[in-house]
Nanobody, 117 residues
Framework: QVQLVESGGGWVQPGGSLRLSCAASGFTFSTAAMSWYRQRPGQVREFVASSFNGGRSTNYENSVKGRFTISRDNASNTVYLQMNSLNFEAAAVYYC??????????WGPGTRVLVSS
């Protein structure tokens, strides 16, 4: 059974940083492409970042390039998202789905990020 548990969200001031974590189980994590998505209030979920080729390759949505970093620990089946220089647009619920992301059972409950001064 695939399980994903996101954590690390919370309140942060503009310009601040947060590190999100996602603990995964129930599938072969080391070879899986892992991604972070987010959903802002009233909007559809959108891609943020991905890690593939066992972590040797990454990809980012343009607006987070240079500020967010995705990483993973294949030994502990955990993927991370380091978020720096946060702005109000970062306020969202963040998810780390397992592939295939089209399967709703492969999404965790998410972790909420609030950005406020």
């Amino acid at each position: 059974q695939v399980q994903l548990v996101e954590s690390g969200g919370g309140w942060v001031q503009p310009g601040g940083s947060l590190r999100l974590s996602c603990a995964a189980s129930g599938f072969t994590f080391s070879t899986a492409a892992m991604s972070w998505y987010r959903q802002r209030p009233g909007q559809v979920r959108e891609f943020v970042a991905s890690s593939f080729n066992g972590g040797r390759s990454t990809n980012y949505e343009n607006s987070v390039k240079g500020r967010f970093t995705i990483s993973r620990d294949n030994a502990s089946n955990t993927v991370y998202l380091q978020m720096n220089s946060l702005n109000f647009e970062a306020a969202a619920v963040y998810y780390c789905p397992a592939p295939p992301i089209s399967d709703p059972d492969y999404w965790g409950p998410g972790t909420r990020v609030l950005v406020s001064s």
